[in-house]
């Protein structure tokens, strides 16, 4: 029987989509960024810590609210911060084997998720621009869910965007390695297939879990999609420059 849930991942991939699909459930954790290190200090506030890095404190408060009642601790962790956790649990943790051993050590026996977005273009124009615009996420109804800025226009830029598409790629391969390289067999979930069908995934997801996929029937789909006319012909000029 698992007790967590790991949702391996990269920006812009669907992942908020199923961190509130898998919170919904009720029975698959509360599933949140809490490793990030931009919003470190955020938590540490939030749980009354006084102290804002990854230590046991911080870690034993980590896996109270990932939990929460559902009975299985969950967790979004992107690559480019994996290795920062993974340092912290070697410390509150240390003279064990290898990451595969710490973090069962620390959130016991783990189901991973890997989720991934196919098309690297499409994911690094959604990163530009909201990075840009400063309007991360919306709820399903279109109005604003998560805005880290005051509204810019978004603006091409090839430079930025073939930057992002390498950072992305190096992200999915960073956790497809280490999956390899540690014999885990995750359970797969592709953004195109979340995007088309979430509650078909989300049910691919408790079924491994050991939970009742037909949960998946009664969670409410809360987030929105950011992609628009204008994304897509920022993708095809893109592409047309990379292939000219």
């Known amino acids: 029987m698992y007790q967590s849930l790991i949702l391996c991942s990269a920006p812009r991939s669907g992942s908020t989509l199923l961190c509130d699909l898998l919170a919904g459930t009720g029975v698959a954790g509360n599933p ?26 911080y870690l034993d408060a980590v896996i109270r609210e990932g939990t929460g009642d559902t009975g299985i601790f969950g967790v979004r962790i992107m690559w480019e911060t994996f ?44 990163f530009l621009k909201a990075q840009q615009t400063g309007l991360w996420h919306r709820y399903a109804d279109g109005s604003e869910r998560e ?18 598409v390498a950072r992305l790629t190096a992200a999915d391969a960073g956790w497809a390695n280490w999956l390899v390289a540690h014999g885990i067999e995750p359970v797969r979930v592709d953004y195109d297939d979340l995007s088309r069908d979430p509650k078909a995934e989300l049910a691919k997801v408790l079924r491994a879990l050991g939970r009742d996929p037909a949960i998946a029937e ?4 809360r987030a929105g999609k950011l992609a628009d ?13 990379v292939s000219s």
């Open 32 to 57: 949140h960024s809490f490793f990030r290190r931009e919003d470190l200090a955020e938590y540490a506030e939030e749980f009354g810590l006084s102290s804002s890095g990854i230590d046991r404190a």
């Open 147 to 164: 805005r880290m800025a005051p509204p810019k226009p978004a603006e091409f830029d090839s430079a930025q965007l073939a930057d992002l």
């Open 83 to 126: 290795g920062e956790l993974d340092a912290a649990l070697d410390r509150i943790h240390p003279g064990l084997p290898g990451a595969p051993a710490r973090l069962e050590r620390a959130f016991g026996k783990v189901l991973f998720v890997h989720l991934t977005r196919a098309d690297k273009v499409a994911q690094a124009v959604s």
């Open 218 to 221: 009664r969670v409410e789909i």
């Open 229 to 241: 006319a204008e994304s897509a012909e920022w993708a095809e000029r893109y592409r047309r420059e």
